[in-house]
Structures are given as structure tokens and as C-alpha cells.
């Protein structure tokens, strides 16, 4: 017979990483305002491998448009430059032979809209994933009462479930609401 508080905490902790996701995949949406974390996907080749531009130059944000990277060996300024370059950043980079400096431009109206829809698209997947995790429980706990569980404690497991679902639904469209604003703001 299945645990049934074991199997709601494994469904609460399925949904709350799939929110995570989310979070960690718009901090990565350009939004027009500099932020450090659309660099996180960066690997510089350093001495043979490959590793996170964060772990090669101090990386700041001086203002509100521009990302500053500062290598903390200057020969690998144009491996740091190669690599932004290769990746799906979409800026490029301008150096002084000191420091690397990454302008942010101001997104259009149309280039704003993309970008809410790009968002909207992420934040789906994440409902998505949040609809399935309970689809898949529910199941579980159907299962479960051909293995002998109660009626009654299946309908209150499922209540459980669907108060977690709604929770963590909220909580998607909570973020997805911040960043769709943050995007539109000029």
C-alpha cells in the first residue's frame, strides 16, 4: 500500500522544481535592463576546458544598460569575447583590452512582445509539467485503492493534491506576471 503524505511530498516537490525552471529560465530572458544571469549559459574555453564565464572574470553591472567582464588573466579576453560570440546571447562584445563591455539595447515594442510570448511559452511548459505531476499522483492513488486504501483517504489525498496544483499554478502565473511586467516597462 502506497504512503500517502509520502506521495503528496514527492508530488509538491515535483511541482515546486518545475517552477524553479521556470524562474532560472526567465532570468535568462533579456528584458532590456542588464542583468548578469544571461550569461550563465557562457562557457569559455579556459586552458583546455570549458567552464562558466563566472569562473574566469569578475562579471558586473555598472548601470542599467551594460554588463561589464573583467578577466581576471587579460590573454583570455578573446576566448571570453569567442565564446559570447558562439552563444545565444545575441550582443557583442566591445573591449578596451582590459574589460569587456556588453551594451544592452533598448528592446522595440515589437521585440517586447516576442519576448512576453517567449515567456508565455516557458511559463506553459511549466504549468504543463505542474498538470502532469497531479495527473500522474491522481493515478497513483487510484491505483492504490484496489491495493487497499480508503476511499475517504484517497478523496482527501486528492483534495491535498489539487490545493498543491492550484498553489503552484498561482505561483507560475505570479512570475510570469512579474517578468511579462518587467519586460513591458520602458
Known sequence: MIDVKETLNESEERMQMAALFLEESLARVRAGRANVAILDGVRVNSYGSMVPLNQVANVSVPDARTIAIKPWDKKQIKDIEKAIMDSDVGITPENNGEVIRLNIPQPTEERRKEL?????????????????????????????????????????????????????IKQIDDLLEDKNKEIMTV
Do not use: F, P, T
Not at 487497499?148 to 489525498?157: C, T, V
Open 116 to 168: 512576453v510570448k517567449q515567456c508565455n511559452k516557458i511559463g506553459e511548459k511549466a504549468k504543463v509539467e505542474v498538470r502532469n505531476v497531479r495527473s500522474d499522483i491522481k493515478d497513483r492513488l487510484k491505483k492504490a485503492i484496489k491495493d487497499g486504501l480508503s476511499e475517504d483517504n484517497e478523496k482527501d489525498a486528492e483534495l491535498e493534491l489539487q490545493k498543491l496544483h492550484d498553489k503552484y
